[in-house]
């Protein structure tokens, strides 16, 4: 995907999906497709327990949660059916998660701009909490392009280095502390930040 800056546009597949359904359910199936950046196209009573209601809806956004989030609010009374109809223009952007300012390619997502930010945040506060803690302090971030849309911080793990200074000798604490330091320092620049697997999978549901 190229950077923002030299793109001219981007064109995503859409699809004409058909919806057969009890009235009841309407109101629900219609905003689970306008949330999906869908566009209602008609509605046609089959029978009067019957409904069919046709959307234009981007391909991507019915590839994950889709057919399960209609099972759900159709309670199973609806069927779903779909076929390709053209490309058109979006506005869709990279968001690029980062550990430490290093991209974690497998991370990276094409979104459309107006969920970007929000879909940031989810990541970097769900990797907040499935990765482990190192003896550097771990920056995640998410990017479009050079601009930060979504940050969390994982703190070091903390070593008493002082453990041994007995007394008040002070000046021997500060020394060990401010080498501690430079030491966290050095490691968070050569350091790196291994993602366990579950973490993967964890991301990708959001």
Same mark, same amino acid.
Request: aromatic fraction near 8%.
């Given at each position: 995907?190229?950077?923002?800056?030299?793109?001219?546009?981007?064109?995503?597949?859409?699809?004409?999906?058909?919806?057969?359904?009890?009235?009841?359910?309407?109101?629900?199936?219609?905003?689970?497709?306008?949330?999906?950046?869908?566009?209602?196209?008609?509605?046609?009573?089959?029978?009067?327990?019957?409904?069919?209601?046709?959307?234009?809806?981007?391909?991507?956004?019915?590839?994950?949660?889709?057919?399960?989030?209609?099972?759900?609010?159709?309670?199973?009374?609806?069927?779903?059916?779909?076929?390709?109809?053209?490309?058109?223009?979006?506005?869709?952007?990279?968001?690029?998660?980062?550990?430490?300012?290093?991209?974690?390619?497998?991370?990276?997502?094409?979104?459309?701009?107006? $969920?970007?930010?929000? =879909?940031?945040? *989810?990541?970097?506060? &769900?990797? +907040?909490?499935?990765?482990?803690?190192?003896?550097? @302090?771990?920056?995640?971030?998410?990017?479009?392009?050079?601009?930060?849309?979504?940050?969390?911080?994982?703190?070091?793990?903390?070593?008493?280095?002082?453990?041994?200074?007995?007394?008040?000798?002070?000046?021997? $604490?500060?020394?060990? =502390?401010?080498? *501690?330091?430079?030491? &966290?320092? +050095?490691?968070?620049?050569?350091?790196?930040?291994? @993602?366990?697997?579950?973490?993967?999978?964890?991301?990708?549901?959001?």
């Amino acid at each position: 995907m190229p950077e923002p800056t030299v793109l001219d546009r981007v064109e995503e597949p859409y699809i004409l999906a058909q919806i057969i359904t009890s009235p009841e359910y309407i109101g629900s199936i219609i905003n689970l497709c306008l949330d999906k950046r869908g566009l209602i196209k008609k509605q046609v009573y089959l029978t009067p327990e019957r409904i069919e209601m046709s959307f234009e809806l981007p391909l991507a956004e019915i590839v994950f949660d889709f057919y399960d989030r209609l099972k759900s609010i159709s309670r199973g009374y609806a069927s779903f059916d779909y076929y390709p109809i053209d490309y058109r223009e979006s506005d869709l952007v990279r968001l690029d998660i980062k550990l430490n300012s290093e991209p974690v390619d497998a991370l990276s997502a094409l979104v459309h701009k107006d $969920k970007a930010q929000g =879909l940031g945040r *989810q990541i970097c506060s &769900k990797l +907040k909490d499935l990765l482990p803690k190192q003896q550097f @302090v771990i920056a995640i971030q998410a990017s479009i392009g050079a601009k930060i849309i979504a940050r969390e911080t994982i703190s070091a793990m903390r070593k008493d280095v002082t453990a041994k200074c007995y007394g008040g000798d002070i000046t021997r $604490k500060r020394k060990l =502390l401010e080498k *501690q330091k430079k030491g &966290k320092k +050095k490691m968070r620049q050569i350091g790196s930040v291994e @993602v366990p697997q579950k973490a993967f999978l964890d991301v990708l549901k959001l």
